[in-house]
């Protein structure tokens, strides 16, 4: 009984483990996509005042 509750212990660390690995492969994600869509945003504003500018 105790070793099928360390056995369970060490499963859940494990699965603990995976899960946050995949959170924060997610997060990464997310981030370059914000950063990605800040940064066309930006171009498109700076290209709108260059040519009201004209």
């Excluded at 690995?21 to 940064?39: F, H, K, L, P, T």
Aim: proline share 0%; glycine share 4%; aromatic share 4%.
């Amino acid at each position: 009984m105790v070793n099928d509750d360390k056995e369970t212990k060490a499963r859940n660390r494990e699965i603990a483990r995976n899960e946050s690995e995949r959170q924060i492969i997610g997060d990464i994600r997310v981030s370059a996509w914000a950063i990605g869509i800040a940064v066309i945003a930006a171009l498109v504003v700076v290209t709108w005042i260059l040519i009201q500018n004209r």
